[in-house]
């Protein structure tokens, strides 16, 4: 899909104040490398206070950079979701995997919140879940029921319960896992999220549903809302998902990576949601549907 291009915009702070545009470019923006940054300032794509840059321009504190980044071929996305839940004030569906719930990495119009946003115009999403990650999406259709579920998300009123096909056949039924996790240096990436013994305390509960000969399956309740935390915190015990492209045993990532960080290929899947109606105080119960492969 050839989506409409974008507008990046970024305000500069004091702490950037005498950096050349260029370097500060490339170091915003490190997917491409000078000499590709100065050929999108050559065609005109950068401006500074509504002028266009060069690159040379020395910045000061305070001034508006906007790259108006060109129309470009988005990456292939499933374009289906499934309606759980609609009333006048929240949208739940269930998500497919490899479809990003917001716009990033390429992706802008082959999102779930470009999709949703066609059929219901002011639903934003409470949460998210990662590309390669299937399962039930919550969207507010007002701010005051935005604010009322993200200031409840990772508490106990809310129950967040998935199911992982992880590696490796586990040795006792249930597991809490209490790794911290927190941002760790990656040769490649620059950094990444992972099991970090001086990240942010993280909690999860881990009950064996099946084993086979090698994969065990997991039901995973949250009782805290890291990045990537089921990912982490199964491999931090010896049991990644299969095929999960970025961490590995101990919930470090992998140092040569088969894929992109935002690759799927692992089955992951938020099952069940459950929470109190922002309006009417009502217990919602939540479920949807595993997808094939568990």
Not at 78 to 106: C, R, W
Not at 151 to 177: F, G, M
Not at 236 to 248: A, F, K, R, T
Not at 252 to 274: I, N, R, T, V
Request: charged letters at 15%; a positive charge; aromatic letters at 6%.
């Amino acid at each position: 899909m050839l989506n409409r291009g974008y507008a990046y915009t970024t305000i500069i702070s004091s702490k950037y104040q005498g950096r050349t545009l260029l370097g500060h470019l490339v170091s915003l923006y490190p997917h491409s490398t000078p000499e590709a940054w100065q050929q999108k300032l050559n065609n005109g794509e950068v401006t500074v206070n509504g002028v266009s840059a060069n690159g040379s321009e020395s910045l000061t504190s305070g001034q508006t950079l906007v790259w108006n980044r060109p129309p470009w071929i988005e990456p292939d996305a499933p374009q289906h979701f499934e309606i759980l839940l609609e009333d006048a004030h929240l949208l739940a569906v269930n998500k497919p995997s490899g479809l990003p719930t917001l716009p990033g990495s390429g992706f802008m119009e082959n999102t779930l919140l470009r999709l949703v946003q066609k059929h219901t115009p002011n639903a934003n999403p409470v949460h998210r879940l990662g590309r390669g990650t299937s399962g039930i999406v919550l969207f507010a259709k007002t701010s005051q029921v935005a604010a009322q579920l993200s200031a409840e998300w990772n508490t106990p009123r809310v129950q967040k319960i998935y199911r992982a096909l992880a590696q490796n056949i586990a040795q006792h039924d249930a597991y809490e896992i209490l790794t911290p996790i927190g941002l760790v240096p990656h040769p490649r990436i620059g950094s990444v999220w992972a099991a970090n013994p001086n990240g942010k305390q993280s909690m999860s509960l881990a009950k064996v549903i099946c084993r086979t000969t090698s994969t065990t399956t997991f039901e995973v309740s949250l009782h805290s809302g890291r990045p990537h935390q089921i990912r982490i915190h199964l491999a931090s015990i010896g049991h990644p998902l299969v095929g999960d492209p970025l961490y590995g045993v101990n919930g470090q990532p992998l140092e040569s990576l088969p894929g992109l960080p935002g690759d799927g290929g692992y089955l992951l899947h938020a099952q069940f949601l459950k929470f109190h109606h922002p309006i009417t105080g009502e217990q919602m119960n939540l479920k949807a549907a595993l997808p094939s492969g568990f």
